[in-house]
């Protein structure tokens, strides 16, 4: 299944660089995006480096996900894809 990133998770003074919000193919609601908590997403960077994280819930009520990297993405990586298994 693939996804795309949509933003960084942020309040109204800090930016958590690690945690991302994906919006999934397929998925809009938000009872849909609360069974694929757990998942594994893989985001590949130019170079090819891949960048494993975790689904850790969904986010509002429209399917979007809150995914939790091992290390923070640069701000490139919103607006690509991502590859959940």
């Not at 009520?61 to 919103?78: C, E, M, T, W």
């Amino acid at each position: 299944m693939k996804g795309i990133i949509v933003n960084f998770r942020q309040g109204r003074t800090t930016q958590k660089n690690n945690h991302m919000i994906v919006q999934a193919d397929g998925v809009d609601k938000k009872d849909k995006a609360a069974k694929l908590v757990g998942k594994v997403v893989v985001w590949k960077s130019p170079k090819g480096k891949e960048i494993p994280g975790k689904v850790a819930s969904a986010h509002g009520n429209k399917g979007a996900l809150r995914v939790i990297f091992d290390k923070g993405l640069p701000g490139q990586s919103v607006g690509t894809a991502v590859e959940l298994k």
